[in-house]
């Protein structure tokens, strides 16, 4: 075993995570053997963090976009003194452990965000810059220097492959994001063959073109040179790629090929441990030195320096009292879930009998909401002067950190994983905007999102085939139930002023799921009965049927389906048929009412029609099998909008006269 102790200490990581794939008998042992020099190189040197609080606000963020490799990062993890045991170690990859397969977000553990899908977690980490950048140009003084850490990146070939990771590093160079750093497991091979097989990129003139500082580490395992190349990316005024060039599988039998990638090593442990010169005959065993000279410091180290921290923040608050009394909302969490801020607002003041496109109320809304949320940041994806979805009439940028309106350009995937990392760094409310049809290309950093059950918002304008003669390119039909049938994520339609300004105020008091709202071009009228608390329940009755006698029908429609619904509504009573409109901006939100609640507002046994311009299949589930459901199961097309609206339906006239054959199973007269 060798004498010196960074020596052992790597070793000790490797070991420790090939014997977790073993016990598993799954797991990528490639990534382990090949990556822990520059891990253990930025845990040791460079990361500022305290295992024992990893909460601390001021801590440096460390990304494993990787996330094939968790098998590394929680013997890493387990090294720095985290709230792991060895026994987590040995459940590696079994149910309800702290070890799953790929890391899920979990700051108990020090895990940072959910990694696993490719390119995500560098792209993530470009929000968390952006937030380190944003919040410490805004409030940091002299000599109080309240937000200042780095954000860290380890990524491999596939990372960079990723389409997202090309928006991302195209971003990051752009705004000069100096504080984040990205360590790249450069070994030429990937799962199904080396990297030659499928690229050939010289990746340090695409990263200089990108406005990248690049530098290389030529021998992956020589963790000083690793070391001194971290302390220069922290000096410059560019973002940084470290490219370190590593044998994938170190010391396997099958070192520096596909076959060490994704499966155990099995018997071949015992060839790693003698080509490591690791002699302990018990398995899942740390050296005792490795506890006193590296768990043992990097837990005294970061005590010190959070405590040091403490005192810096109690000072700021004496002198800067002002200041620290907004950056304390968000130091402490309490941005969300705080409806004394939203309701301070003076929302009447942008409610009136006018028709408006509910785009134009949300870009209103946030006008408002920006000088109440002081970190409320965001912006689109080069479509801000459609969406409206701006808070600041100040840029962000490289020269202006404290700007809060991001220009993500046409980068949707990006934006929406920037936005998580912004959400993810804490202290912040940030939101992207696009059109609904783009959701498209935003859908896995969204999923993402949901299984985090971060509270991320995402803006989407231009809702329906009501954008007309954009044509079907534009008109999203499919987008709304592909939004809904992802777990844990909120979708909002919203009908009018109220109902937008309800959706905005559930978005901004969530705090265990992201929020999407969907908004139209076309001008709505408002409703007499909409209400802004009302949408926070899903569903409600925003126009009820007359009380005096029994109900027929209920109507269920959302956005700028709920007027035409009341319309209809009056046109049935001289058929005598007595209807109530149900307006449901958000079915995730309805689903989770107690079922007395959805009784009420959509009793069992009356007939209902659900009204949306988007594909039919999810309303069954609130109409049943025998209800109607009047929506489009093809693609729109290019007209003037009134023109497209009639041809597929959706004038009160034409919903009538479906209504009243559904009813009557004859032709309106």
Not at 128 to 152: V, W
Not at 205 to 217: E, F, G, P, S, T
Not at 530 to 554: F, M, P, Q, R
Request: some cysteine.
């Amino acid at each position: 075993m060798p004498n010196n102790i960074d020596q052992l200490t790597i070793n000790s990581i490797r070991v420790l995570g090939i014997e977790a794939v073993n016990n598993a008998k799954s797991g990528h042992p490639g990534i382990v053997l090949g990556a822990a020099p520059m891990v253990y190189a930025l845990f040791k040197d460079h990361l500022k963090f305290n295992p024992k609080n990893p909460y601390w606000f001021n801590r440096d963020r460390f990304i494993l976009s990787a996330g094939h490799g968790s098998a590394l990062l929680y013997s890493m993890l387990y090294h720095a003194g985290y709230n792991y045991k060895i026994d987590d170690l040995k459940n590696f990859r079994k149910l309800d452990s702290k070890t799953p397969g790929h890391p899920e977000y979990d700051l108990d553990l020090g895990i940072e965000m959910a990694t696993g899908p490719l390119g995500q977690g560098l792209a993530t980490a470009v929000g968390m810059a952006i937030a380190e950048s944003f919040l410490g140009a805004k409030y940091n003084q002299d000599n109080h220097k309240l937000i200042d850490h780095y954000t860290y990146v380890l990524c491999g070939d596939g990372d960079l492959q990723e389409g997202i990771t090309q928006e991302a590093l195209s971003f990051a160079g752009h705004f000069k994001l100096h504080k984040l750093i990205v360590l790249y497991d450069s070994n030429d091979v990937q799962l199904d063959s080396a990297t030659d097989a499928v690229i050939s990129e010289n990746t340090e003139k695409r990263m200089k073109a990108l406005n990248w500082n690049y530098l290389k580490v030529t021998e992956g395992n020589d963790y000083q040179a690793i070391s001194k190349a971290i302390a220069s990316a922290k000096a410059s005024e560019l973002p940084t790629l470290i490219e370190v060039k590593t044998v994938i599988g170190f010391g396997a039998t099958k070192q520096g090929t596909p076959a060490v990638h994704g499966a155990p090593l099995m018997d071949d442990i015992a060839t790693v441990k003698k080509n490591l010169q690791w002699n302990t005959k018990e398995t899942f065993s740390v050296p005792q030195e490795v506890i006193n000279n590296f768990q043992k410091a990097k837990i005294n180290q970061g005590q010190d320096a959070e405590r040091k921290w403490n005192k810096l923040l109690n000072d700021y608050q004496k002198n800067y009292s002002d200041l620290y009394q907004e950056i304390s909302f968000a130091i402490k969490g309490q941005l969300f879930n705080n409806p004394f801020l939203f309701n301070k607002i003076d929302w009447q003041s942008i409610i009136n009998n006018e028709s408006v496109a509910t785009r134009v109320v949300s870009g209103k809304i946030l006008k408002l909401l920006s000088q109440h949320y002081p970190t409320l940041i965001g912006g689109s994806a080069d479509l801000s002067s459609s969406t409206k979805a701006m808070v600041s009439d100040q840029d962000y940028d490289s020269k202006n950190y404290r700007g809060r309106h991001l220009h993500f350009g046409v980068r949707e995937f990006a934006m929406s994983a920037i936005v998580n990392g912004l959400t993810l760094h804490q202290g912040l409310i940030a939101f992207g905007s696009t059109f609904l049809v783009f959701s498209d290309y935003q859908k896995a950093a969204l999923r993402l999102a949901a299984l985090m059950k971060i509270p991320s918002l995402f803006i989407f304008t231009h809702d329906s085939i009501a954008v007309g003669e954009d044509g079907p390119t534009h008109q999203p039909v499919e987008q709304l139930l592909m939004l809904r049938t992802i777990p844990n994520f909120n979708v909002m339609r919203p009908a009018d002023v109220k109902e937008t300004i309800g959706a905005y105020k559930v978005a901004l008091m969530a705090k265990t799921f992201p929020s999407a709202i969907a908004l139209t071009r076309q001008d709505l009228p408002q409703m007499t009965n909409s209400n802004i608390d009302a949408v926070a329940k899903g569903a409600y009755i925003i126009s009820d049927e007359d009380k005096t006698k029994a109900l027929d029908l209920v109507f269920i429609a959302t956005g700028s389906e709920v007027h035409l619904a009341v319309e209809v509504q009056k046109m049935l009573v001289k058929n005598k048929i007595n209807a109530r409109v149900v307006s449901m901006p958000s079915t995730y939100l309805f689903d989770r009412q107690e079922q007395e609640y959805k009784n009420k507002i959509l009793p069992i046994t009356i007939k209902k029609v659900a009204i949306e311009m988007g594909v039919n299949d999810s309303w069954y589930k609130y109409v049943g099998l025998a209800g109607l459901v009047i929506g489009i199961n093809q693609f729109g097309t290019s007209g003037e909008i009134s023109a497209v609206l009639d041809k597929y339906g959706f004038t009160s006239n034409k919903i009538y006269q479906k209504v009243i054959k559904y009813l009557t199973n004859k032709e309106a007269k």
